[in-house]
Structures are given as structure tokens and as C-alpha cells.
């Protein structure tokens, strides 16, 4: 049986962080075994903050290596930029032609950014949930890895997808699924308590990719704890949990253990648990950290990553364009 055609895009802005890592990245790989996997960079999302020419390659390109140092393998997944795909927007224009103003303009991520950059309040920020749509069914993608946030846009996509076959009179495109991983996706919370990593707020209690040693060895020193329980086998409060759960994915069973113990009965020396955390930590992120660094100081090889998968993008985007056409009605020759 052909596998399952999966689909995911990542964000260009921002550098990756153990958020990241855990939420999103780490499926990838999981993912790249046993499906069709189609992973990109999303530039042209990016260009509704119109980020500096300067940055974009720079930003796109540190993107693919942080993700290919984490493990998502080119030769297994087709991991391409979504501007070398020309198809992406045609299909984009048709989809367009279904989309309607007021749907687009109930959408809270658009909402948020309409009260964020008031001044900003472009076409393309309206029509974001139109091109993520054509980005997935671009390959007639059946699951789509992504986060909570992104549901709706989600169920968009199904939508223009079915409006687009009961139009044209076919079953042309699949319905895209959420694809949840099997086990629970742990979830990583800011190093002061304040939700979720950053991509670009709490830098300080964010652990990103990027980052050497001494600078985890001082974020994760200057977490947020407390005086510790008084009472045996006291509930965690969040900050704390979270601390946890980073040694837990880090360190030993041995240690976690240790310490969980030590918090159960009231001796557990906060002070210790980061020195611990902060070590394995550093050594957690420090091969993906080098890794990464190498290929970005290797240009040529990011290019060649991404023409390869560039290329077999396009196979999959011109059979459905050609599809799409026919159906529509333009076919002229
Ligand atoms: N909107 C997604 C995010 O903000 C990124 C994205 C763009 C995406 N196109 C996609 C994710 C297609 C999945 C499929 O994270």
C-alpha cells in the first residue's frame, strides 16, 4: 500500500526552541518513516510582517538546518521552500474564488493580528488561512501534524477542499486530518512560569537550539522555584512540573527518579535539580546546536536540500494543478 501523504509548515521567523523541538520537530522525524512526507519552509507566510530582505534567506535557511540537526532526514522527506513551488500560489488564486470575506475575517488568529498590528491589516494576513489550504492540498495531503492553534485553519482547509469538489464534481481532494502523535506531546513551558517558549518573547526563559552551553547553564540556574513543599507528596505548581519534565526528557531515569523522590518527601534541594538539569541539558542540545552551526556555514549544501526537495514537491504540485485546471475548465490546448 502507498503511505499516507502528510504535509506540515514551518514558521521562518524566530529561532527553533526546545518548545519546538518537542512539540513539532521530533514528530516530524517520528513521521518520516512511515509516510509521504511533505515538510517547508513557509517564506511566503512570512512575507505578511514584510520581513527585511536581508533576513529572509538567513532566516529560512537556519530554519532548515536547525530541523535537519534535529534529525528530519532530506533523502527520507521532501523538505523544499514553499517559494520554489509555484504551484502553491496557483492553487492558492483558485482556492481564493471559494473563500469569503466574512469566513476569513471571523478567524481569531486574525482577529489577534488585526489588534496587533492595526496598521498592518494586508490582504494576504485575510487570506493566510487560503494559502496554509493550498500549501496541503497542494499534495492532497491526508494528515497534517500541527498544534491546537492551528486547527481552525485546519478545518478551513477542509472546507475549500469540499466546496472545491462539490463544484467541480469529483472527489478530488481528501478531507486533511490533524494527525495527533500516539504517545502525549510534552508540553514545555517558559523557565519563569509565564506559558509557553517563545520564538521571540521570554528570551531569558527560553532554551533555544541556538544556544550554547554557559547560556543554558544561566537560563536554567535562574528558573523559577520556590521554598519547596512542607507537606509529602504536595501537587507541583506548573513552573515546577515543568522542571521536571525537562529532566525527565533530558537526563536519567536514575536522576529523575531521584528527585522526584527527594520532592515527595520534602528534601529536595532545588539548587541540585538545576545544577543536574542545567549539565544535561547542556549536552542535549550541544551536538544539535553543532550540528546545525556546521551546515549553516555550509550554503551550498542547505541549497542543494532544498532544490531536491523543491523538486520533489513539484512533482506532486503539477499533477494536482494539472487536475485542478482540467476541472475548473481551462484546458485550452
Ligand atoms: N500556520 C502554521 C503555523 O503558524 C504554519 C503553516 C503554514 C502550516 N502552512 C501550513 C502548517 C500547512 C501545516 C500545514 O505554525
Known amino acids: 500500500m502507498s503511505k499516507e501523504i502528510v504535509v ?24 518520516q518513516n512511515s509516510y509521504n512526507c511533505y515538510f517547508f519552509v513557509a517564506d511566503y507566510h512570512s512575507l505578511t510582517t514584510h520581513p527585511d530582505p536581508k533576513d529572509l534567506k538567513k532566516n529560512v535557511f537556519r530554519v532548515v538546518a536547525e530541523n535537519v540537526a534535529s534529525g528530519l532526514d532530506p533523502e527520507k522527506v521532501a523538505l523544499y521552500a514553499q517559494s520554489d513551488v509555484p504551484e502553491i500560489p496557483e ?162 531515569k536514575e536522576n529523575y527518579e531521584s528527585f522526584l523522590n527527594a520532592y515527595n518527601n520534602c528534601t529536595i534541594r532545588f539548587g541540585d535539580l538545576k545544577r543536574q538539569l542545567a549539565e544535561d541539558m547542556a549536552a542535549f542540545i550541544r551536538p544539535i546546536r553543532e550540528k546545525a552551526a556546521d551546515l549553516q556555514n555550509d550554503e551550498q549544501m542547505i541549497s542543494k536540500i532544498l532544490k531536491q526537495g523543491a523538486e520533489k514537491a513539484r ?8 487536475g485542478a485546471r482540467k476541472l475548473i475548465g481551462i484546458n485550452y490546448y
Not at 124 to 140: C, K, N, Q, S
Open 8 to 31: 506540515s509548515g514551518i514558521r521562518s521567523t524566530g529561532y527553533l526552541h526546545l518548545g519546538n523541538y518537542f512539540g513539532a520537530i521530533q514528530n516530524y522525524v517520528e513521521m
Open 91 to 252: 492553487l492558492y488564486l483558485m482556492l481564493n474564488m471559494l473563500a469569503y470575506k466574512g469566513e476569513l475575517e471571523k478567524v481569531p488568529t486574525f482577529k489577534d493580528k488585526v489588534r496587533m498590528q492595526p496598521d498592518n491589516v494586508n490582504a494576504g494576513l485575510l487570506t493566510y488561512p487560503v494559502l496554509m489550504a493550498a500549501d496541503i492540498l497542494i499534495h492532497r495531503a491526508v494528515k497534517v501534524p500541527v498544534g491546537k492553534d492551528q486547527e481552525q485553519h485546519l478545518e478551513m482547509a477542509r472546507n475549500f477542499a469540499n466546496r472545491f469538489n462539490t463544484r467541480y464534481g469529483s472527489e478530488f481532494f481528501p478531507e486533511p486530518q490533524v494527525y495527533r502523535a500516539n504517545h502525549e506531546t510534552v508540553k514545555i513551558m517558559s523557565l519563569d512560569g509565564n506559558g509557553k517558549m517563545s520564538k521571540s518573547e521570554n528570551v531569558n526563559s527560553t532554551i533555544y537550539l541556538s544556544d550554547d552551553d554557559d547560556t543554558i547553564r544561566k537560563k536554567i540556574m535562574k528558573a523559577k522555584t520556590d521554598s519547596g513543599p512542607t507537606e509529602p507528596n504536595s501537587e507541583m505548581p506548573d513552573y515546577i512540573k515543568n522542571l521536571f519534565v525537562l529532566l525527565q526528557v533530558t537526563s536519567t
Open 315 to 322: 512533482e506532486s504540485s503539477l499533477a494536482t494543478i494539472a
